[in-house]
């Protein structure tokens, strides 16, 4: 496929390349004032399937412009959605996401570098039993990350 990191993202609605971060929107759920149900979607006006059906899921309750979300300053945001910090009235005494795996898995999308082409290659890899020996981060190493691609995607990286 060869995403260009930080720049292109697999639509979680349509699959489709979001070509660049303008045209991407972020969305999560909420209940309670705790965060589910992370997804990376077309902007509506970038939608493939145009403004009228758009990629937006109707059930998500809060969201913000994936451009908000890239970088030191994109952390910053991501961050805050777990814990706002110690020098801001928390009124819940948990945090504010109640899906972590979800939440770190969008981070993982969204801040490190060929994450989002990988992951679309870690069920054949694990069936494979390639990198059975990885870590919990060495395998999200960018460098490892290429080389899976390399191997799943028919392009060797250098």
Avoid at 37 to 55: D, K, L, M, Q, T
Avoid at 93 to 114: C, H, M, N
Wanted: hydrophobic fraction near 35%; include cysteine; glycine fraction near 8%.
């Amino acid at each position: 496929m060869g995403l260009t990191p930080p720049q292109q993202w697999i639509c979680d609605s349509c699959q489709q390349v979001i070509e660049s971060p303008k045209e991407g929107w972020v969305q999560w759920r909420t209940d309670n004032l705790r965060s589910f149900g992370f997804s990376i979607v077309h902007h509506r006006a970038y939608s493939p399937r145009g403004p009228a059906g758009s990629c937006y899921d109707p059930e998500a309750s809060s969201d913000m412009h994936l451009e908000e979300f890239l970088g030191v300053d994109g952390l910053i945001a991501l961050l805050s959605l777990v814990d706002p910090g110690e020098h801001f009235v928390q009124t819940l005494a948990q945090p504010y996401v109640s899906d972590f795996r979800g939440w770190t898995e969008i981070v993982k999308r969204l801040q490190i570098p060929y994450y989002e082409e990988a992951r679309q290659y870690f069920g054949q890899m694990e069936a494979e039993g390639y990198m059975s020996d990885a870590n919990e981060v060495s395998l999200y190493l960018p460098e490892t990350l290429q080389d899976i691609i390399g191997r799943y995607s028919g392009e060797r990286s250098g």
